[in-house]
């Protein structure tokens, strides 16, 4: 082993040996979210213009060296603002999962192990929320409380919860009859106990990686509710207001709506090859 | 022999049905498995008991109703004296305080996330078994009892082999420091060379700890080996229960008798008697009227279907429920020359 270890530069051999056993989805994955995540924190670096600076002499300007994706209606820069709108996106993303993720593990875990009545009532709530189409609760819930972020954290974690709850509750559901579950009952731990730290860490896997191609349906939604005005608020540089805003001049200048629009496209692919390799490594398909 | 002392843990006419999957949209028509029947055992501290019988007769559930894992129809169960039920939370405190399982499949009766070490630590946790600092040396103790090398405290299940893993399974069994201990077909899945080890590890602890054992197992040579009695179920009822050697020398109830004469010899010159029994047992969902092996018992008579299952007797610490008397049915021969497993005292 040394001496084959000895010959190679040092750098791959770290390389090597962090990504050795990891699927090849996932690697290809995890890198392209971490060039979005230097995106985003370098943005103040790497930007080669202010996202909101508009410079109305170069309007519409296709292209070109001085503008790599060129320049829109406002002659704002569209690779300054596709790189301020990672920012925003990766937020989405993530908080747009983490919230729905925590209320869905909860009752998930506290339905399926308690069944009875618990689980019943959980589960009436889960249907009823289903019954509504997903994006026009989203919209009565942003509504009621107002265009912009915040509400629409809320919004996707009053609705997004159930598909968590669902898949989580179903594990425990198998994995509370296991003779483990009945070891540790008959060993008298609480009901907190066993929940929590005997099912919880064996039910979650599957939750995990559907987590990883649901940020990109929520990716997809929060553009979509910037699109129709009530996520990020102008001026603020994000994917799917670029989109919406640069639909006006598709046909004289494509770029305004192409260059965010493969931005979207470029990170749900980098979410969905992580949530693959997961899937593989970790032996559940999503 | 503690045979004098009061019971360490007892059933009463325990009952215990599950509702059956389906029945309607609404349940209107649903059925129940009757897993226990009116079962009463009592086992006294210091005694080995094995319950033997066929698949769904009922044994498991018995060790699981006896330890308050599932909550019976009617009947009690008293452990030490004091009722347990759901409703007695003290009861159950206590029992579960007291008793330990060993789970039939090894692999899967500890948690996969959990190392060894952390799985045994944990219960000497809950319990306060041990002060926090000490904790290490006894599961480190712990593994050493049950003949494993206190180093694989740091591994996972999924790196140890099923013998291993049993041993693990036993000894955080033995973590809370027991009363008693339900063995729930703790062998049936390991190779024949391990359970011959396992047998020999609960022997030994049995002796020198004097752990009450509860033994399920549905083969009857390890039974023999370990047990000081056994009593015998069929469809969720105990239809022999006595000491091992007399049982097994002298069954007195025909199911204990087919039973017996069923095991394979190792011997291939012993001609296996042509199926002493018929068929399987009927459903629990549907038990037949009368004594509930009346359909396959080779001596039945008319009235065995149409009176109520008869009740045990008992002579000389020996019981059984049937009709006949014991010496009125044919000794099995086999049942003489079954030593093959070795010698009982």
């Not at chain 2, 047998?199 to 509860?214: S, V």
């Not at chain 2, 009176?307 to 019981?319: E, S, V």
Request: aromatic share 6%; charged share 15%.
């Amino acid at each position: 082993m040394s001496e084959a270890t000895l010959d190679r530069p040092m750098p791959r051999r770290f390389l090597g040996r962090l990504t050795a056993g990891v699927p090849q989805p996932m690697l290809i994955g995890g890198a392209i979210l971490t060039v979005f995540l230097v995106l985003a924190i370098g943005a103040p670096l790497i930007s080669p213009y202010d996202p909101v600076y508009q410079d109305i002499a170069a309007r519409l300007a296709p292209p070109s060296l001085a503008h790599p994706f060129g320049t829109d209606n406002f002659g704002r820069d569209i690779l300054a603002r596709v790189i301020w709108s990672a920012r925003v996106d990766l937020q989405i993303a993530v908080l747009g999962v983490i919230f729905p993720f925590i209320i869905g593990t909860a009752t998930g875990t506290i339905a399926g192990y308690f069944g009875g009545l618990t689980d019943t009532l959980f589960m009436r709530v889960v249907d009823v929320v289903l019954a509504f189409p997903f994006l026009v609760l989203m919209l009565a819930i942003i509504a009621i409380l107002g265009p912009g972020l915040a509400s629409f954290y809320i919004a996707m974690g009053l609705v997004g919860w159930v598909s968590y709850a669902r898949l989580i509750r179903a594990q425990i559901l198998v994995l509370r009859q296991s003779d483990f579950a009945m070891a540790a009952k008959s060993l008298g731990f609480s009901h907190w106990r066993i929940m929590f730290r005997h099912l919880l860490p064996n039910a979650m896997v599957g939750s995990i990686v559907f987590s990883m191609s649901d940020a990109v349906l929520v990716l997809l939604n929060g553009a979509a509710i910037s699109y129709l005005g009530l996520g990020v608020q102008p001026p603020t540089a994000e994917w799917g207001i670029m989109v919406a805003d640069g639909q006006a001049f598709i046909s004289i200048a494509w770029w305004i709506s192409t260059f965010p629009g493969l931005a979207i496209v470029v990170l749900a692919f980098g979410f969905s090859l992580l949530a693959d390799g997961l899937g593989e490594k970790l032996g559940v398909r999503p | 022999m503690t045979i004098d002392r009061t019971p360490l843990i007892e059933a009463d006419d325990v009952v215990l049905h599950f509702p059956a999957p389906g029945g309607g949209p609404l349940g209107l028509t649903r059925r129940s498995v009757k897993a226990l029947n009116g079962v009463s055992l009592s086992v006294k501290p210091g005694e080995t008991i094995g319950l033997v019988g066929e698949s769904g007769s009922g044994k498991s559930t018995l060790g699981r109703a006896l330890l308050g894992l599932e909550s019976v129809t009617s009947g009690h169960v008293a452990f030490d004296g004091v009722a347990v039920s759901a409703k007695n939370p003290r009861g159950l405190k206590t029992l579960r305080r007291e008793t330990a399982t060993v789970f039939q499949d090894p692999m899967n009766a500890l948690n996969p996330r959990l190392t060894v070490g952390e799985a045994i630590a944990e219960v000497l946790r809950v319990h306060n078994k041990v002060p926090g600092p000490e904790v290490g040396k006894r599961v480190a103790e712990l593994l050493s009892l049950v003949g494993l090398d206190p180093a694989l405290a740091a591994r996972r299940p999924k790196a140890l082999s099923g013998g291993q893993c049993q041993r693990v399974g036993i000894a955080r069994a033995l973590a809370v420091e027991p009363k008693l201990i339900v063995a729930d077909e703790c062998v049936a899945a390991l190779d024949v060379s391990i359970q011959g080890q396992i047998i020999n590890l609960f022997l030994d602890l049995k002796e020198r700890m004097n752990l009450t054992l509860i033994f399920i197992a549905h083969d009857l040579s390890i039974v023999r080996r370990l047990c000081d009695r056994v009593a015998v179920m069929y469809l969720g009822r105990i239809v022999e229960e006595g000491p091992t050697e007399q049982v097994f020398a002298a069954p007195r109830h025909p199911y204990t008798a087919a039973l017996i004469q069923s095991i394979p010899e190792i011997d291939p010159d012993i001609v296996l008697p042509e199926a002493p029994m018929q068929g399987e047992p009927p459903s629990p969902l549907n038990l037949p009227s009368g004594c509930s092996f009346h359909p396959r018992c080779a001596f039945a008579k008319a009235r065995c279907k149409a009176d109520p299952a008869p009740t045990l007797r008992r002579r000389d610490g020996h019981g059984w429920a049937c009709i006949f008397d014991p010496g009125q049915l044919p000794s099995p021969a086999t049942a003489t020359r079954l030593t093959t497993t070795g010698e009982h005292p």
